[in-house]
């Protein structure tokens, strides 16, 4: 059984012996970064997607490049890429100036932010409260606060676990769209809420 | 009246800012069969939602999968019988710390980088026992046979 089971290993290319396989994919957004696999012996780096290295000892040179289609991918690290996490999804929710009072067209986001939060099976959501730069800092800072509690209490009473909300103020200092003191700018009143 | 309530506002702020940083480096998001959280010298059954710590290691048995994300939002996932440990993590943009060490000891993993990866690839180390990879911001997958 163990030589049958060798033999089918031997047969399959991608069936890997002892040491470290790297593969460089592709991010969800069809970018592909770079990669360096290195040893004592020397440096390989990969630069586009399917591209890996093997690595028999950390005394060893990397491979040459060879690249794997999805086939060899899928065989071979199937059930990590399916476990894999999905990346957080953001939301936007803009403020009325000077207060905290959702804007007419942020009045549906709650709902879609519990339907994300149920599809992902999320027990973690952060509320970020921020404002843009009129008035004094100190305001701004109570203003961001006061909108991430309201968008709290929105998310809540749509259905969200009030136990899985994290809420944080930014105030003025993290603008979406970067502004002097002093500038009137509704892109940056609003609450980012990011389900994780 | 409003500089106190902003005191305190920012006190509380704080308090929740210290509790959350330093030994929390994120979460168990999904579990696929059956996994460890292996913590000094404890062993606890991996479920989604449990924190990872700095310093955890995390395992999973035969046919099982966990995903894991960071709070830098670095997601990581293990095959079948892996095993990873998280060396270190520091994740405070405000205060320009960033820290991300990871060792593949075996098995299959997949790699998403996160804020660090965009914003400090530099203090990004991961290493298997026969190599060590240097990410440019990307998503990749290794495999480590022992």
């Known amino acids: ?196 | 009246m409003h500089f106190f309530a902003l005191l305190i506002l920012s006190l509380t702020l704080h308090a929740s800012i210290a509790q959350a940083q330093p030994e929390v480096a994120g979460f168990i998001k999904s579990v696929e069969g059956q996994g460890l959280i292996v913590r000094d010298d404890a062993s606890l059954p991996a479920n989604p939602g449990d924190i990872v710590h700095v310093s955890d290691a995390v395992t999973t048995m035969e046919n099982s999968a966990i995903g894991i994300m960071l709070e830098d939002d670095t997601l990581i996932s293990l095959g079948p019988d892996s095993r990873l440990e998280l060396g270190d993590f520091a994740f405070a943009p405000q205060e320009e710390k960033f820290s991300l060490a990871i060792r593949l000891l075996k098995g299959s993993f997949a790699y998403m980088s996160g804020v660090i990866g965009r914003l400090a690839p530099e203090k990004i180390h991961i290493e298997t026992p026969d190599a060590v990879i240097a990410v440019h911001g990307t998503s990749f997958l290794v495999k480590v046979e022992e």
């Not at chain 1, 991010?27 to 290295?53: I, K």
């Not at chain 1, 100036?97 to 992902?120: H, N, W």
């Open chain 1, 1 to 196: 059984m163990r030589l049958l089971l060798l033999m089918l290993c031997l047969a399959f290319a991608g069936c890997a012996a002892k040491g470290t396989t790297v593969v460089l994919v592709e991010d969800p957004d069809g970018t592909v970064g770079q990669v360096e696999v290195g040893t004592t012996a020397g440096t390989q780096s990969l630069n586009a997607a399917g591209q890996s290295t093997s690595v028999k000892d950390s005394s060893a040179r990397p491979s040459p490049v060879r690249t794997l289609d999805r086939t060899d991918i899928e065989k071979e690290y199937g059930p990590a890429i399916q476990a894999m996490p999905t990346p957080p999804e953001k939301f936007l929710l803009y403020f009325e100036f000077g207060r905290a009072e959702l804007t007419l067209e942020s009045k549906p986001a709650p709902a879609r932010i519990l339907e994300s939060v149920q599809r992902r099976n999320s027990r973690d959501v952060r509320v970020n409260g921020h404002s843009d730069t009129i008035g004094p800092r100190a305001d701004n800072a109570r203003l961001s606060l006061e909108r991430a509690e309201e968008a709290r209490v929105l998310l809540v009473q749509e259905g969200v676990d009030p136990a899985i909300i994290k809420v944080l103020s930014h105030g003025e200092g993290n603008p979406l769209i970067p502004t002097p003191d002093e500038t009137p700018e509704p892109r940056n009143r609003r609450v980012e809420v990011l389900v994780r």
